[in-house]
Antibody, heavy 121, light 110 residues
Framework: QLQLQESGPGLVKPSETLSLTCTVS??????????WGWIRQPPGKGLEWIGS???????YYNPSLKSRVTISVDTSKNQFSLKLSSVTAADTAVYYC?????????????WGQGTLVTVSS | QSALTQPASVSGSPGQSITISCTGT?????????VSWYQQHPGKAPKLIIF???KRPSGVSDRFSGSRSGNTASLTISGLQAEDETNYYC??????????FGGGTKLTVL
């Protein structure tokens, strides 16, 4: 059974860079016909797709976040990572990592449990 | 990238059927057969219940069904049960990105 687990600091200061890693177990990131992505959810609000990456390094980003987001993959560790720069309180959210499938890699069966990241000084 | 439009809340009585709408444009919901629906209980990760407009993943109850007319997709839940009371989100592939979500709908079972 595929499992995804987010890890990283739960508290980030304003203007700094948020960094999270997703470790995949029970399956390989490499050579599979899936994208791997990040989705976030501010407390009490809806879901927002941040971006997705293929094992080869090909990426798609949400246009509204593109200038601040970098998603990378480390196939040797079966991990992928998120960096979000210049954070503000508006970036406070539960961050989920996920596997995206389907012909357009647009739906998600496997999700991590989510990790709350708070932006505060 | 604009979020898809969902009603903030819907309600129904046990045993009834309800429908949640998800309105987009011809560049997303109306243009591709890649609409998905998720159920999310508080404190939990979302669960995929419908993909490709009307397909159900293995293990999802057939009380959940999806459809689309023009630029509006719909999720219908029949035979409402207390356990269905939670939040639902639609999602679609778009011409500019693989994923855009709706704002979410809270379902109350009266």
């Amino acid at each position: 059974q595929l499992q995804l687990q987010e890890s990283g600091p739960g508290l980030v200061k304003p203007s700094e860079t948020l960094s999270l890693t997703c470790t995949v177990s029970g399956g390989s990131i490499s050579g599979s016909s899936y994208y791997w992505g990040w989705i976030r959810q501010p407390p009490g609000k809806g879901l927002e797709w941040i971006g997705s990456i293929y094992y080869s390094g090909s990426t798609y980003y949400n246009p509204s976040l593109k200038s601040r987001v970098t998603i990378s993959v480390d196939t040797s560790k079966n991990q992928f990572s998120l960096k979000l720069s210049s954070v503000t309180a508006a970036d406070t959210a539960v961050y989920y990592c996920a596997r995206l499938g389907g012909p357009k890699y647009s739906y998600i069966i496997y999700w991590g449990q989510g990790t709350l990241v708070t932006v505060s000084s | 990238q604009s979020a898809l439009t969902q009603p903030a809340s819907v309600s129904g009585s046990p045993g009834q059927s309800i429908t949640i709408s998800c309105t987009g444009t011809s560049s997303d919901v109306g243009g591709y057969n890649y609409v998905s629906w998720y159920q999310q209980h508080p404190g939990k990760a979302p669960k995929l219940i419908i993909f490709d407009v009307s397909k159900r993943p293995s293990g999802v109850s057939d009380r959940f069904s999806g459809s689309r007319s023009g630029n509006t997709a719909s999720l219908t839940i029949s035979g409402l049960q207390a356990e269905d009371e939670t939040n639902y989100y639609c999602s679609s592939y778009t011409s500019s990105s693989p994923v855009v979500f709706g704002g979410g709908t809270k379902l109350t079972v009266l």
